[in-house]
């Protein structure tokens, strides 16, 4: 067994040689993206278990080792890995535990002191944290993020939201169910074997590999008339994670609707983005804006490409580019509005709504200022400037029911009929007026 190793702090380190001994627990929020990432860290010789538990016993785990104060993602995400922890599925003194760690102004920063904290409490104090951060806030020997490793991570960041966009135009309409998902599935497969050969990697090669991509989404059957598009936004754990908004995408197709969710790619960017804003606003090196430069760039590149190839196939609608979203947000916010999701959350929506999805949940998690700020605090805005948008905030916390969540989502799809229902009968009558124009001009002669 690996001999525990503390750093002057007093910090427990994840050596070299837990890597070779030890399970890393991996908590999930992009089923798609991290899978993908998981196998990534595999390919590096990581043990990795990505946890996909829902059950209602996470959040009183959390309830019980959090205070409840805490925000509800950071109640979520630490009642998973203690839940796990406890399962018995695992031996105990051959565990660690991965989790983000951002170093922006939120408490996500402090998610992994709050781990740590609830693990001391549980008596499990001798389970490694491991922190994934790009910030060098935490290192530890035995776990790291090399140049390689971290170029297919945003290459598979890219594919996934890629899949997931496709992926969400074709399930709702699916004529052979599970055929999405199956082809999903082998694409996650192939890519993650592929970059273990060093391929589809490159601007040339990820341009090949997504048109095929593309293409074989294109290929799936599909049949029935438009549904009703239904966007997402919202505090991103919450926005993507399953476990976090009590499988939204899956209950918005069981009420025959068509999930729009911008992806991961542009969050990223807009991270980016927000290192270069600071220099603007606050001053700072250059050479640090110059080079947060070219890591955006780099990134919007490969947004550029992916865009191409959802465009080769015309029965989908592509994604926005991150320079469409500051555009958008002229006018609304300052670029300054960055905790959270910021300025980037209200540019979302309002994306969605120039793109002819007017109807979107906003999820609202327990414990998240900036994201009721610059989500619910704006929807008013948004409505008085686009009447026919349909905007829902959602509250998600842990005295939250499910039902009561979905009676309201419920409501804004029933709203969203009756403003379709409207506008067809407005233009019945347009038409009705037109056609009849001509022989009033007949009468009159």
């Known amino acids: 067994m690996a001999k525990l190793t503390y750093d002057e702090s007093g910090r427990l380190l994840f050596t070299k040689e837990m890597k070779k001994e030890y399970t890393l627990l991996m908590p999930q929020m992009l089923p798609v993206t991290f899978t993908m990432m998981k196998k ?8 990795i278990d990505m946890l996909t ?8 785990t959390g309830l019980k080792y959090v205070h409840n104060d805490t925000c509800y993602p950071a109640l979520l995400v630490i009642g998973q890995l203690i839940e796990a922890v406890n399962s018995g599925k695992y031996d105990k003194h051959r565990l660690g535990l991965l989790i983000t760690q951002t ?9 992994i002191h709050l781990l740590r904290k609830a693990l001391e409490k549980a008596g499990l104090e001798y389970i490694p944290v491991v922190s994934v951060n790009l910030s060098g806030l935490e290192k530890n020997p ?3 993020i090399p140049v390689r490793t971290l170029r297919r991570l945003a290459t598979a960041m890219i594919y996934g939201d890629l899949m997931v966009w496709l992926k969400n135009q074709c399930l709702p309409y699916e004529v052979t169910k599970g055929a999405t998902e199956k082809l999903t599935t082998h694409w996650t497969d192939r890519l993650v074997t592929m970059f273990g050969h060093g391929r589809g990697l490159g601007k040339k090669e990820m341009r090949k ?3 095929e991509i593309a293409a074989d989404y294109a290929r799936i059957e599909r049949q029935g008339e438009a549904k009703v598009r239904v966007g997402i936004v919202g505090e991103i754990y919450v926005k993507f994670a399953p476990l976090g908004n009590n499988g939204l995408e899956d209950f918005l197709l069981s009420e025959g609707c068509e999930p729009v969710v911008p992806g991961l790619t542009d969050f990223m960017i807009f991270k980016i983005n927000n290192r270069a804003v600071d220099v603007d606003l606050y001053k700072g090196s250059k050479l640090k804006k110059l080079v947060v430069g070219v890591l955006q760039r ?11 190839a959802v465009k080769t196939q015309p029965s989908f609608r592509p994604m926005g580019r991150f320079s469409d979203l500051q555009r958008l947000i002229k006018g609304y916010l300052g670029y300054g509005n960055k905790m959270g999701e910021g300025w980037l959350l209200t540019a979302e929506m309002l994306e969605l709504i120039h793109t002819g999805t007017n109807n979107i949940v906003c999820t609202q998690p327990f414990g998240c200022l900036p994201n009721h700020v610059v989500g619910k605090g704006m929807i008013r805005r948004l409505k008085d400037d686009y009447p026919d948008s349909n905007i829902v905030a959602i509250d998600y916390d842990p005295g939250a029911t499910k039902i009561n969540q979905e009676n309201r989502i419920k409501l804004m799809i029933s709203n969203a009929g009756r403003i379709i229902g409207q506008r067809e009968e407005d233009n019945v009558a347009s038409t009705a007026v037109s056609e009849s ?5 007949g009468a009159a002669h």
């Open 103 to 111: 170093g922006g102004g939120c408490r996500a920063s402090n998610y």
């Open 209 to 211: 590999t997504m048109t």
């Open 298 to 308: 780099y990134i919007e590149n490969l947004q550029a490409t992916m865009i191409e």
């Open 53 to 60: 538990t829902t059950h209602r016993g996470i959040v009183d």
């Open 437 to 441: 124009e001509p022989s009033l001009v």
């Open 142 to 144: 035995g776990f790291s």
């Open 40 to 47: 990534v860290f595999e390919l590096d010789g990581y043990k």
